[in-house]
């Protein structure tokens, strides 16, 4: 269904939602996106999504993100919060609502996606260090962009701080005797 609100009206509530709740935007509409913006409430960024059925803006949080293993970009999300408001009732009055209505349901909601995203960063570095040091350890130099390396004798995965998967080559009988009697002594040692 065709946008009916122009391009110019939704830059200009946007930028009037942002001054009204002290903001800024994050995030205009553009041509290739003239449906969509995103505005910093000093409590958190929002998103706004143009409905073209109905003449309303949807308002919700705008998730916080981190880098993954590799290095790809991902959303940590919880449970959807948003409101609607009726576009002719101005950027004053939605950034009312949105004070009113909005924050104070959705700020817990975000606070805990962002508590979340710097475990998942705090993870990621330990696995990164865990990684470094094996590796130095053994003499091997791990790929910058994975958890994984490999040895002559065996390929690698660091998963956590102090948890390594390993798989060996082909080995003899006895060498696999010797290395699964290091594993259990290790295991009965934790």
Request: aromatic residues 4%.
């Given at each position: 269904?065709?946008?009916?609100?122009?391009?110019?009206?939704?830059?200009?509530?946007?930028?009037?939602?942002?001054?009204?709740l002290g903001g800024s935007v994050l995030r205009p509409p553009t041509i290739e996106n003239d449906w969509f913006a995103e505005v910093q409430a000093p409590e958190m960024p929002l998103s706004l999504d143009l409905r073209s059925h109905d003449g309303r803006v949807e308002i919700g949080i705008s998730w916080p993100t981190y880098k993954d293993r590799d290095r790809n970009m991902q959303k940590v999300t919880g449970r959807p919060v948003?409101?609607?408001?009726?576009?002719?009732?101005?950027?004053?009055?939605?950034?009312?609502?949105?004070?009113?209505?909005?924050?104070?349901?959705?700020?817990?909601?975000?606070?805990?996606?962002?508590?979340r995203c710097s475990q998942i960063a705090a993870d990621l570095t330990n696995l990164v260090r865990t990684r470094t040091r094996l590796a130095k350890l053994l003499g091997a130099r791990p790929n910058d962009h994975t958890d994984r390396f490999s040895l002559d004798v065996a390929d690698i995965q660091v998963r956590s701080e102090n948890d390594v998967r390993f798989e060996a080559f082909s080995v003899d009988v006895n060498t696999a005797v010797k290395v699964v009697a290091l594993l259990r002594a290790n295991k009965k040692g934790e």
């Open positions: 269904m065709r946008i009916t609100t122009s391009l110019p009206e939704f830059k200009k509530l946007t930028a009037g939602l942002a001054k009204a948003s409101i609607t408001a009726a576009l002719t009732r101005g950027a004053d009055a939605i950034a009312k609502d949105i004070q009113r209505k909005l924050i104070p349901e959705a700020k817990p909601v975000y606070e805990a996606a962002v508590a």
